[in-house]
């Protein structure tokens, strides 16, 4: 079982809405990460927090917002979206700095979002 | 550009016998790899992992194996059962930016027949 919860599991929004996403993890991770999952294809990275700090932020569309409140919460919060964001959004951790045996990312189940 | 892509977008295999799942990788700068399994509706799931300084790692029922000459890594299933039907995503501890991050590649889908 994944030590990464997500909530909720399954979102429906309209167009016009504001939603969040949330993300908590107990392992003393001190980075966390959003990756979007649409059907059939591999996860993407979104955002990366490191120290409670954004440290990459690849081109996403700012109805993305991102914010991590504390070293164990993270927050996607949504407005404005469109239909092709309906997707799987998955939130992760790790320690920051190099992966390797020992310090490898971990993900959550994920929360379903589609928009209408 | 960098990029981590498998060589078969489906494998199906019976009931006990062994599974090869393959991932190609493009830069030879990769380190570090990492398998994931991701069952439907689910988040992927750690399977194992493996440094370049290795050519093999086992794990419960899982080897990896890494040929770092042709730049190619290879996740074995022993006497594969159903609950082993999902989908494999090999990743790479690659550069994102000017970071290092984890990069998937398309993902296999394991189906096992009884």
């Known amino acids: 079982d994944t030590e990464v919860t997500q909530t909720p599991k399954h979102l429906v929004m309209g167009m016009t809405n504001k939603k969040s996403l949330k993300c908590e993890q107990h392992m003393g991770h001190r980075a966390m990460y959003w990756y979007k999952q649409k059907a059939k294809k591999p996860p993407e990275l979104m955002f990366v927090y490191s120290y409670e700090k954004l440290s990459i932020n690849e081109s996403v569309p700012s109805r993305f917002s991102p914010e991590c409140p504390n070293s164990s919460l993270l927050n996607l919060h949504l407005h404005a979206l469109q239909p092709e964001d309906s997707a799987l959004y998955l939130c992760?951790?790790?320690?920051?700095?190099?992966?390797?045996?020992?310090?490898?990312?971990?993900f959550g189940e994920g929360s379903w979002l589609t928009v209408v | 550009g960098e990029s981590v892509g498998l060589h078969l977008p489906t494998l199906s295999v019976q009931e006990g016998d062994n599974s090869i799942i393959n991932c190609a990788y493009s830069?030879?700068?990769?380190?570090?790899f990492i398998w994931y399994k991701q069952e439907s509706g689910k988040g992927p799931q750690f399977i194992i992992d493996?440094?370049?300084?290795?050519d093999k790692r086992q794990g419960q029922r899982v080897t990896v194996l890494l040929n770092k000459t042709v730049k190619h890594l290879s996740l074995q299933i022993a006497a594969t059962q159903p609950g082993d039907s999902a989908v494999y995503f090999c990743?790479?501890?690659?550069?994102?930016?000017?970071?290092?991050?984890?990069?998937f590649g398309s993902g296999t889908q394991l189906t096992v027949l009884p």
């Open positions: 493996i440094r370049s300084n290795m």
């Open positions: 992760a951790s790790s320690q920051p700095g190099q992966l390797n045996s020992g310090n490898t990312i971990y």
């Open positions: 830069n030879s700068a990769s380190d570090y």
């Open positions: 990743a790479e501890n690659g550069l994102w930016g000017s970071a290092r991050q984890l990069t």
